[in-house]
């Protein structure tokens, strides 16, 4: 089988590391890279030819675009890619704001032999991945509540570029950059929340995007939620608690590139309210690797053979979570009047 053609737009942290896991895939050959920060170069230092823009990537013999821009460019990048008929695989978020995926819903729309999916690499977490088995399974019964937590110490951290602080260019702060992975694992676990309330702020660290937001939620099957995304988390922390009718799943970490929020560990209880007087049987199963990078392209890939959509990260997917992130901002009356927060609601 031939392999498909990819290049990648945006040549950062995130977009090598993409690169790695396209150079080690049988059926992709990485062929193209864009970066601003690549002026005046031909070919990047492990050979791939390069550009500046992403309209001369884009005139490049492409099937496959990875999209791994700065907030603002990335519907419309993703939305060029699929006019040109290449399929195309764009890290989060989708957009700035739920509205800017219009067009590109309808480009996906009207190209039904291209597949689109997005980067929600967290439900590719080992720790993530068993604890949806289990609640599927329904062995320990139906989701009562959850509380999450995930943050960093700033909201620039780990080299990344000084855009994400600014609005015009990022759309948010800390909760549309980081928590948005923790809104979108609460939906995946929990289904859609259709209550929800929040307080969003930004009175630390002064840049025009949140610092922190605290929301409150309620899915459509009874489920509540608590969640805080903090760029005020001088310990870095991921962690979150889902009890159910007969136990809890506790995920504490998560192998990041950074390191620094500590080992990947999944603990199982398994409750007898009647008996076990609040000190029920435990065991917790740590995970050592990181194979989600690989496993998302992979899953891309088998989309492209297949004709179908990918279990994860659909167009769907994307929209819902970027609606459910905009809820959270909308539902803050101080935040929403402050910004001109839009209306999570798009119609296509």
């Known amino acids: 089988m031939t392999a498909l053609r990819v290049g990648i737009a945006g040549y950062g942290v995130v977009g090598k590391r993409r690169g790695e896991c396209v150079k080690k895939h049988p059926s992709l050959e990485l062929v193209a890279v864009c970066d601003q920060n690549l002026h005046g170069r031909d ?14 990537l884009l005139k490049c013999e492409l ?8 907030n603002d460019l990335a519907a419309t990048a993703t939305a ?13 978020p989708p957009a700035r704001r739920p509205s800017e995926l219009v067009p590109v819903l309808e480009l996906e729309r ?18 993530v991945i068993r604890a949806l088995d289990i609640i599927r399974s329904g062995e320990l019964g ?79 099957d009874g489920a509540v939620a608590l969640f805080n995304s903090s760029a005020t988390q001088w310990r870095h922390q991921f962690s979150l608690d889902i009890n159910l009718q007969r136990g809890s799943l506790i995920l504490r970490g998560i192998l990041t590139g950074s390191k620094s929020y500590g080992a990947e560990t999944l603990t199982i209880v398994r409750a007898d309210p009647d008996n076990d007087n609040g000190d029920p049987i435990e ?25 179908q959509a990918p279990a994860h990260g ?12 905009y809820k959270i901002y909308h539902a803050d009356p101080v935040w929403r009047n402050r910004y001109q927060i839009e209306t999570p609601e798009i119609r296509s």
């Open 314 to 325: 659909t167009s769907t997917d994307a929209l819902e979570t970027l609606q459910l992130v």
């Open 110 to 127: 009207s190209n039904p032999h291209l597949r689109l999916m997005y980067g929600f690499n967290h439900r590719y977490h080992d720790s």
């Open 63 to 70: 099937d496959v675009l990875l999209v791994s821009l700065s």
């Open 142 to 220: 139906r989701i009562i509540n959850m509380r999450g937590v995930y943050g960093k110490a700033k909201l620039i951290t780990f080299n990344q570029p000084s855009w994400r602080v600014e609005r015009e260019i990022s759309g948010g702060g800390v909760l549309l950059d980081q928590g948005i992975h923790m809104v979108d694992i609460m939906r995946l676990f929990a289904g859609d929340f259709v209550e929800v309330s929040s307080i969003v702020s930004n009175g630390h660290w002064g840049y025009d995007v949140e610092d922190n937001a605290y929301a409150l939620m309620k899915s459509k």
């Open 283 to 307: 065991s917790t199963e740590t995970f050592n690797r990181d194979p989600s990078w690989d496993r998302e392209i992979e899953a891309f890939v088998n989309a492209i053979n297949s004709g």
């Open 80 to 92: 060029a890619g699929l006019a040109r008929g290449m399929h195309v695989f764009c890290e989060k």
């Open 43 to 56: 070919v990047t230092d492990d050979g791939i030819p390069c550009y500046e823009s992403l309209d001369d």
